[in-house]
Structure formats: structure tokens, C-alpha cells
């Protein structure tokens, strides 16, 4: 048992990546510890070819990782889109520790991030002691990936300044860094290419410019699928987090959260679950994630201020701040949900009357 | 001495097959092509191959007697069966149908039953067994799975032959075949026998691959199993003609059954060097994403061209097929977005081919079903004007006028309403008919869209759903399909109402959709036509509307103000028409309500608004009155409360005859008016006055002098107004029509 809370994936999937490492007779790219195939087999889950099996570690299209790891393999970088909760970091994370054994490569990128937090920095001690120098020079993760041919992660990519991103541009289309003051430049060993994440939701990041774009083949994570999967996750991950967070949880969460599930889902999938009714779709992303904080504030409504009892009104309020993110459209978006379809339900007849009157 | 028979198993409109095939008849130089296609249609056989005749165009037969029992055979440029006829034609060798007759086809339907599914009912191994094959090895297009695994086979060999082997094979798994397919493959094989017979040289035969093992034993055993299968099948007259075609309806299952997924990506394969046809593809993406203003670099395509190479390596297929160049394009040009893709996979993958037949090919049925309806009809085709009066109440005049209109909208205007729209809803109309010879022509064209009048027509409303702009057009052809009974049309016409009037958030467009849709429900009584659906999908169009309406009535110019009160009123006007629910009525009403109480909505739209709702009687006793006592308070901006007042009497003064109230307030407002204010707005109170007969405008002014039973309070008539008024009328007459040089000095 390790004293660190979360070692990273090379490490918790050691034995699979080793597994899967002795049955691969796939060809290889330079610097690749796996095969692409492999890759993919370590990411979807199954069995290696002596029949060692693999667990999943992204439940969704096969097509998108396949895509994802054949885009590493070209020299192209990958982008990887979706709304907040769909998995991006996690396949970014895996991708890297199955391909090149080493997924600690990140850069987290902030509005604070700039460009020697991403090219070089400086250590001045040497710089002033023996003049520049290699030696002076202080490495990024990216300058290390490029110098060793790995991956390097760019976490949330969006969230930098746009003319820090731009200084991507020369490391993805001539794989070398440039290094003015020494009069040299650091040329990319094979291997190496990056991957980035960003927020396809969110507004008011900086966009990313046309030149750097294409630099990029994108790849974007969907929501999950299927209904009955989607209420597994949220109906286990609030039991989680009201244990806690010292909640009780009544007895209805399951149907509750099922009914909430239902109305995240029509409203992001732009029709009714029986696919008769088409409906417009509010701003905000309705994600899994955010299913999860509704019923959690619905449970900390019911556990403070209900006496315990779980109720539409308790999760009203709580879903309405989720769906109306802009106060004018998604207003009208729910106005006409609501009307239209929920109206109806006699099952939900509840959450009409809690978010009717909100609204 | 019997020739020697090659069997050449093809995929139905594959161009790999194509390609292979004329390779193999190249080869081959056979004296006699034989085609899988009805035997009795054999002698259009050569018209195929004439130079005039563009592909897609398909073999239709149908029933002498009753048209629309038809089947169509569709070839496409691609189709190995075409250019096995083309290759006939240019070689000089002779070809032929050897399928069974398509006369016992049609005579298996039978004249009364409906035709049946049996090409549902052959399993899809039967029916496209590559696409099948390609299927079961993941692949989503047989196309690629017969270039990765029939032409780049690393096992040298024929491909027929490799075809053949892999149809044996999967023959012996299943059942062997039995009815319609047991006695298809017998025709075919004693065809071919009978050619072997007397042909003076190699005979190719070009069949489904599912039926190339059966047939490449058929000089063998054409024997007494087939004449027992053969014999007592169903007959029926029937005629055989070509028709244009088109790429999406080449895309529909029809035929041969092996409907094509994609005819655009066949196309494609078919005319692009196969060196190319990655590079092309990917390239023809790109334009058409340039078309629809995406940005998609030259560089970018190079990028996709490497990721789709990339991916057939993971998959572990030789070269890049339709499904990685899709992925590719996705992550490439579309920045990971399949919605993007879809919007222009239609046009890749479909395209928009319409094929052209020469001229001289057999009569066509549509012609026919035509004379056949104008003899049952009693009404002969006449090229002087004559004038028609219909009862739709009778069962004549009903099916006349559904005939007239479907020719309507196949563009063949024998006949002319007279009073166009006006009829609508009645139980009468009246046409005046006049037959042009080029009618004829029109009507031939619209073969592609199927071979009976109703067929055709069906078919033409549903294409032109697709093209309509607005929910009103789509409503409009609704409208249309449910006047001339075209059952199919009008559900889809209604599916595609509900997905538009779902995705739009344009409230005037909502509201232009509500007229004609209230005209389809009530049209609906008239034409004994069940339009219960509609019920449904005009409420929720009337709710979606009255939320929307307080956010589209904000802030909107005069033009923008004055465009809005017309749809608002129509609309309204709908809504009363059509027999709707109270719910979706008080959801209505709430809408103008909140239009009324919203200060943000324009004065003239909230004036029209209010008057709706006095109108409709939903505002409580008195309430109209202070709410016009509110709006044209003084403390509003005059031009709004002209706005507002424009708004709440425009073309209808009578309203002030009888309520004190709104008199009172409208008196109370222009008394507060100054003078310019007042002959600025002159020509409104004009207008709002102009539509008063005599009788009205002497009761208004008995009403406002106090004269008649209800004077304002306070006021009391003066003595002697009677004699007075005339002068004062020509004052007033002076004011408004703007002369004052006539204006009296004294007084």
C-alpha cells in the first residue's frame, strides 16, 4: 500500500501495461512502449493476445479512441473536446502512461501561464555564474517530452492567453523549440507529440487561433450514451459524496435521481426520451457532473431544511441554476419544456409545479 | 455443341464489381452477355446501352391493368449489370434478361392484394450476401471490405472465382433455397441452357454473387427439378418501360433489393483512379465543408489523408476505407464534430444525379393511370376552356377534384381553380380545365417520383418538404397533400412540422405557420380526412408561439411593429378557427396578456394584443378601460400611446359606440393632446374612423355630444347643436383633408 493518495495510471496499471507490453507483436512508432493496437486495447479493455484481461478505462465509442491513439501516431496532436466531465483528462492521462510509460508530463494551463512556464525558464544563479548556458536553461514539461519523445499533456489549453498558445505553433509544425539566446534550438526526439484538453462549454476563455488549430486533430468526448449507465454513475457517486459529506440519503434518491437523469437528458439530447417530442436545448452543459451536484444540493436541502425528506421542490431550485445559464434564452428553453412536455407527465407533475413557478 | 458458360457473381450496384467485370469481359470477349433482370423485359434490353440514356434510370414494370402494382428496377453508372450491357452494345454481343419474368412477379401480387414484403422477407445474407460478409467483419460499407478483401486478396487468383468460392461456402451454411428464389435460380439456369445451346462462343452471366454457385452448374443440371418449380406460376399482363431515376431514390431499397447505402460514395469509387480515391474523397469533403463557410486548409487534408492511413493500420485493413476517411474528416475538418459532417454527408454520400431517358421508350404509366382516371372520372381531355362545379360532399365530385389537384401539384395545371384559396374549408369548388399537349411531357417527368398519379404526386410533395424554407411553406404543402388525399405526404409533412417548429426559436415563423395549419384541421372536416395528429402539433406550435411572443415583440421598429400585429392578429384569427383546447386557448390568451402587461413590448403590438383579448371577451368588465386609461395617460410618450391606441382600434372606431369606458379615456386623451401633437396624429385618428358607415359615425358622434342615450358625464348637449353641427362638420372636414385656406376666420 503506497502513502501517495492518487499514483499516476503508469503506476496503478503497471501490471497491464507490462501484460500487454510481453503479448505485443504489433509494429511499433519510435519511442512507443505499445503498439497503437495495444493502445487502444489497454484503453477500451479486453484481453491481450496470451489472454490476459484488461479493464476498461473509457466506457464509450471505440471509434474515438481509435482515432485519438492513429492521431498520436501521425504527426499531428490531439486535441481532446467535450463538456467538463466527460472523461478528457482521464483518456489524456492514459493515453500518455500507455504510450509512452510516463503520463507526469502536464502543464496545467492558467490565465497565469506564460511562456517560460511552457518553452524554457531560467536559472539565474547559473545564468549570472557562468553565463547562458544548457546547463542555465530550466525544462518544462514540454522541453523534457520533447527531448525524450514522450507526450506532453496540456491540461485545459483554452485557459491560457492566446499569445502563450501561440507558442505551440513552431513546436507542432517543425517539432523544435527555438533557444535565441544560445543561438541553438531543441529538436523533438521521436516519439514525442502532445495532447491537449480544453472545455468545449465554457465562455469568455480564449479561443484558440486558426494557425494553431489545425495543428490539432480534434476528437470530441460525448456524453455518455446510454440512460440506465448514466443514473448507475450518478446514483453511486452521491451515495459517495453524501457519506461524505455526513448526509443521510432517503429512501427515493434512486427515483429521484432517475427523474432528474431524464430531464438532463431530453434537454441536452434536444428530444423527449421516446424520441416523439424534438425540444430545443438550453447553454449550459447538463453534464453527468452536474446531475451529481443537483441531487448532492438536493440531499443537503432535504438533510438541513426538510427534515430529511427529498422532495422536487428540495431539487428544484438546484436543477434551475443548471439548466438556466443564460437568463433570457434558457429561460424560454425550460418555459417551453416545461409547457410542452413535462406537463404531461403525471409522474412528474412535481418537478412542473417546483420549476414552473421558478421560472 | 454447348458454349462454355462463365458465371460472373457481382455485388448489386457495387462499383468493385464493375471494375472486375469489365476487366473479366474484356478477357473473356464473350459471344452473349446474360443479365439477372426479368426475361420479358429483355427486348428493352438494348435501349439501355443507347447513348441517350443517363443513368440512374431504372426498368419499371408494372401491371396493364393497375399501374401502381409496379417494380423498378434502378441501374446506376456503377452498377455492374449497366456497364455489362454497355460492354454488350459496344462489342456487338448479343445480351439478355434471364431472371424470372417480371410478369409472374406482378402476377404472384395479384390484383386486389397489397404488394408484398417480400423483399424484406429474403434475408439480407440472400440480398447483398457481400455486403453481409463485410458486415459481419465490421465493416459499415461492403465497398471497402471488397477492395481490402476481394481485389488486394494476397492470394493471387481470379476474382470471380474467389467470389464464387466464398458464395459456395456460405450457401452450404444455410438453407438451400426454396419458393420464389428456388424458381428464380431454376429460370435462370434453363436460360442459360437455352443460349448454350446455339451460341457461337464464350457466354458470360452476370448474376448476384448469392446465385453464382447455383448457376455455374447450369448446362449440368437443368434438369426435371426445375420444370416442376417452373411450372403453375402466376401470370399477369403487364408492360415494361424505362424511367428516369435519381441518386437518393437509387438509394432506397427497390429492385434487386440490394438498395445502395450510398450511391454518392459509389460514384465516387466508380469514377476515381484507385490511386486516387483517398485524396479525392477527402478533398471533395473539404469543398463542400468550404461551401457551407467552414475553413478547411490544404494542409488539413494532407493531415487527414495521413490520420485515415493511420487508423487502417489499427484496424488492420490494407488502405483506408469509407469509414476511416469519415473519422479522419471528423477529427480533421470538423473539429471532432459529427454534427458538421452530417450536414454535408448528404451530399457526398447521396448526391443529386437525375438520369434522362431518350426519347422513344414505351409509354409511360403515369400516361396511362392518367387516361385510365379521366375515363372512370368522366372527364375527357379538352383543349378549349370549360368550366367545372364540384360538390365534395359526392364521391364523383370529391375523387375529381383530388384528381385536379394532384396533377396541380405534379405542375400539370389541366385544371385551374377559379377561386383559388377562397373555397378552402367549403364543401364547393369550381375549375376551369383546359388540356395542353405539353402536359404530357410534364406529367412523363414525373416518373421519377413514382408510377401512378397519387404515387407520383406522394412522392413530388415529399421532396419538395425537404426544400420548403419556412414552417408556413411546409405547412402550405401540407395543406396541399391533405386537399388531394395523399395520406404518406401529409405524416411526413407533419413529422417535419414538428422537428422544424421544435429547432426554431423565430416567433414570427411560428406564428405564419398557425393560418394554414388551423386551415388543414378545418379543411380536414370538409375532406373527411382524419387530422386528429394535427390537433396536437398546432397546440404545441400555439404554445410554443404565445411563450415566445413576449420576448419577439420587444423592441421592434415601426415596419418590424406593424408586420407583427398583422401575424399576430392572423394567428389570433387561427386560433379561434381551429378547434383547440382550452389549455392550449389560455396559453394563448396568457401570451397576449403578457404582451399587454410587459412594458417592453412595442405600443403597437401591445394595442393589438389588448384588443384581442377585449375581443375575446378575457378582460375583466372595466379592465379595458383602465388599461387605455394607463397607456394614454399623458405621462406617456405620445408616439407610443398613438402607438398603443393605433394598436387597440386600428380599422375598428365601432368599438367606441357602445363602451363608455374606452370613450371615455380615448376623450380624455386627445383633450390632454396638444395642438401639434394632435395634427400629427391626425391621419390615425382618421384611419381608425375610416371603416364607420354613416349610421355608425352618426351614432359615434350622438355618443361623444351626448346626444344619444349615453353622453360622457358632464357634458350635456347645447342647445341648438343641431343646427350648429353642420358648420361644425365642414370645419372639420376643412381640418381633415388639410386645406386651410378655407378655414373661416371668425368665430
Redesign the interface.
Known sequence: MTAVLRPPAEQTHAKELAALKAADGGPKPANWQLSPRAVVTYLMGGKTAKGVPISAKYVGNRRLVETAVATLATDRALLLLGVPGTAKSWVSEHLAAAVSGDSTLVVQCTAGTDENQIRYGWNYAQLLAHGPSRKALVATPLYRAMDAGKLCRLEELTRMGSDVQDTLITVLSEKMMPIPELNESLYAVRGFNVIATANSRDKGVNELSAALKRRFNVVVLPLPDDMDEEIAIVVKRVGEMAEALDLPAPKNVAAEVARVVAIFRELRGGETLDGKVSLKTPSGSLSTAEAIAVMVGGLSEAAYFADGALSAEGVAPAMLGAIVKDPVQDKAVLAEYLETVLKKRADYAAYYHALAELV | MASAVHVFGIRHHGPGSARALVAALDALRPAAVLIEGPADASDLLPMLADPKMVPPVALLAYAADDPSVAIFWPFAAFSPEYQAALWAHRHGAAMRFIDLPASWRLGAIGPDAPPPADEAAVPAVVRDPIGALAAAAGYEDGESWWRDVIEENPAPGPVFAAVADAMTALRDTGPTPVGREAAREAHMRREIAAVAKDADGPIAVVCGAWHAPALAAATLSAAAGDQALLAGAPKRKIVATWAPWTAPRLAMASGYGAGVVAPGWCAHLWQTDAADIVPRFLARTAAALRRDGH?V?T??II?AQ??AR??A????RPAPGF?ELR??A???F?????ARWETVARTLLVGSEVGHIPDGVPLAPLLLDLQREQKRLRLPPEAADRELALDLRSDSGLDRSVLLHRLVILDVPWGREADAGGSRGTFRERWVLRWEPEFAVRLVENLVFGATIAQAADGRLRAEFGKAASLAAIAERVLDALTAQLASAVDAGIGLL??RA??T?DCPELLAALPPLAGVVRYGEARRTDAAQLGALLR?IV??AA??LP?ACRGLDDDAASAMRVAIIAADEAVALAALDDDARA?WRQGLQALVDNAQTAALVAGAAARLLHQADALAPGEAADLLGRMLSPGRPVADAAAFFDGFFGGSGERLIDDDGLRLAVDRWLAALDADAFVLHLPLFRRTFADLDRTQRRRLLDAVSGAGPRGLPGFAPAPGADSLWPQHFARLAAILTAKPQERPDDE
Open positions: 475553413l486548409s494542409a488539413g493531415d495521413r490520420l493511420g487508423l493500420a489499427i484496424r488492420l469509414e473519422d479522419a471528423i477529427a480533421c470538423c473539429d471532432g464534430e459529427r414538428e422537428k421544435a429547432r426559436d404545441r404554445v410554443q411563450l415566445g420576448y396559453a
